[in-house]
């Protein structure tokens, strides 16, 4: 690739992965709206904000099985399912053969089990993710806010380059 078009195919990627979001896209933003628009793509907040979600799924989880007085475990596997048949005629100089031929398809096949829980575990770890997502929230607002503070005396330029 020569360089030109090596440049502007790194420009290209850039502006894609950046939502075609442009450095006239920042200027056109108040010093605010550009932090926060940087700010919530900064790799740290993302996650431990993915963190702060899975612990919210494992309480969520945890207090549907407390509520049932059971969990459900779900095992999944793919099985070809018959969806019919083909006939597929061949000529063959003067003669013909056909032959059939099964179609099928692949689909997805659960069964779910339901399986005693310990009631008291699941109360500890409920309490135990809480207070995790409790700390992550602190970070998730020490980390967003160090980031803001950064970015809000920035100019469009650099901002955008952080984006």
């Not at 195919?9 to 056109?28: E, N, S, Y």
């Not at 997805?108 to 109360?123: H, M, S, W």
């Not at 500890?124 to 700390?135: I, Q």
């Amino acid at each position: 690739m020569k360089p030109s078009v090596k440049r502007i195919a790194l420009f290209m990627a850039a502006l894609t992965l950046a939502g075609c979001t442009t450095v006239d896209d920042f200027r056109k933003m108040s010093a605010q709206d550009r932090a926060a628009r940087v700010c919530d793509r900064d790799p740290t907040v993302r996650s431990l904000r993915a963190s702060r979600q899975s612990y919210v799924v494992g309480i969520q989880s945890a207090q549907e099985a407390l509520g049932r007085g059971y969990r459900i475990h779900r095992q999944c596997q793919m099985v070809e399912v018959p969806t019919g048949k083909q006939s597929i005629c061949e000529k063959h100089g003067d003669q013909t053969v056909c032959r059939e031929v099964s179609n099928t398809r692949r689909e997805e096949r659960c069964t779910e089990t339901p399986v005693a829980i310990q009631a008291d575990n699941e109360r500890r770890n409920v309490a135990e993710w809480s207070a995790a997502v409790a700390g992550l929230d602190s970070q998730i607002r020490g980390t967003y806010d160090l980031c803001y503070d950064r970015v809000f005396h920035m100019t469009p330029e650099q901002a955008f380059k952080l984006y």
